[in-house]
């Protein structure tokens, strides 16, 4: 059995066209190299792979470059990105289901991959969606324009994974998927956590698995934020929730907890004056208003609750004129925020 990385690398590299096959199927064969857009398994022919070796002193089978970035490597980086894995103990793991091998402790010799860390942490978090892409002409993209959220500039904050680590919560074979990644970020913009939104290749839907959305890495007071910090926030739970209403209200600084819960608990900057609670039609949804606006005036923050038409404000998007949505805000708010925002920030009734 393979006592480190370098031995199982070496073991990839006997079946390097198998590799490639299996974990850069968007490329095909040239001669002795595998040629593909990159390690992420994106269509194209920039990265090429050998696929035997080049005599006693040459270059050796599975060792790969990326032309176009300088990028370079053996199969484990390839198992490591194309399957968006962070942790080092799983790459080696997915290594030995692939050469149909026997689990192994974890162990780390230094070499190929980052050193481990705990699943799940903030470091694990930051690894994901540091290997994660801009949104734009993505299945992501497609999925939140599905969702009538067409105004999809200045939101850094989301990212996407073309094949995201899925672990079912049976005992059932781990999968890949695309994901949106959105970064939870506290107070000073460090990322504190991760959430993973799996979905559909076609980008129609999420991912048809028991729970498509999870979140990782520290949550509590932290959110995913849409805008810098100013005097005036609106807050809520959902991302879709909260890009609905960006896409009414583009210039108003806004975050998403993930959860009820995390929504009761975020932290408030020292230049908030007025904050927009935006409720879910739901009792948990009403929970967390609850305890939030008490938490804002204790702290002498003005707070003002945004309900919606349907259950939520993605419901009100899909399901109603974009300007019966812009009437429906601008009763709910202040008379200086629907000058500052809904006017002067919106998009005058158009998408896009």
């Known amino acids: 059995m393979p006592r480190n990385a370098a031995e199982l690398a070496h073991r ?27 390690v992420r398994n994106t269509s ?14 040459g270059r050796p089978a599975g060792k790969w470059t990326d032309a176009a970035t300088g990028e370079h490597g053996d199969l484990l980086d390839v198992i490591k990105e194309s399957c968006g894995l962070v942790d080092f103990y799983d790459v080696t793991e997915e290594a030995r289901r692939f050469l149909s091998l026997p689990r192994s402790e974890p162990e780390f010799d230094g070499r190929s991959c980052l050193p481990p860390v705990p699943t799940g942490s903030p470091e694990s978090a930051r690894r994901l969606f540091g290997m994660s892409q801009p949104i734009a002409g993505t299945v992501v993209e497609t999925y ?16 996407f994974h073309p094949r995201c680590y899925y672990r079912p919560e049976a005992d059932a074979p781990t999968e890949t998927w695309p994901a949106m990644i959105a970064a939870v970020t506290d107070l000073q913009g460090r990322v504190t956590g991760a959430h993973r939104t799996w979905l559909d290749p076609s980008g129609r839907d999420k991912a048809p698995v028991d729970t498509p959305r999870r979140a990782m890495g520290y949550l509590l007071g932290h959110a995913v934020r849409f805008g810098p910090a100013g005097d005036v926030t609106a807050a809520g739970e959902g991302i879709e929730t909260m890009l609905s209403l960006r896409s009414v209200m583009p210039s108003m600084p806004m975050v998403a907890a993930l959860s009820a819960a995390h929504l009761a608990a975020i932290l408030f900057p020292a230049t908030l004056r007025r904050l927009y609670i935006v409720r879910d039609d739901d009792r948990a949804g009403d929970g967390a208003v609850a305890g939030l606006f008490d938490r804002a005036q204790s702290a002498g923050i003005e707070a003002m609750v945004l309900s919606p038409q349907c259950g939520d404000f993605n419901e009100d998007l899909r399901n109603f004129d974009f300007n019966a949505l812009r009437a429906a805000l601008r009763i709910q708010l202040t008379l200086e925020d629907v000058g500052r925002f809904l006017i002067a920030g919106g998009l005058d009734g158009k998408r896009g």
Request: aromatic share 8%.
């Open 12 to 38: 990839l590299a006997r079946e390097a066209e198998a590799v490639c096959r299996h974990y850069l199927s968007n490329g095909r064969r040239v001669g002795n190299y595998w040629l593909v857009g990159d």
């Open 44 to 57: 194209g022919r920039s990265m090429f792979v050998r696929l035997k070796p080049r005599g006693a002193a």
């Open 144 to 159: 939140l324009r599905g969702r009538g959220i067409t105004n999809l500039h200045g939101i850094d904050s989301l990212r």
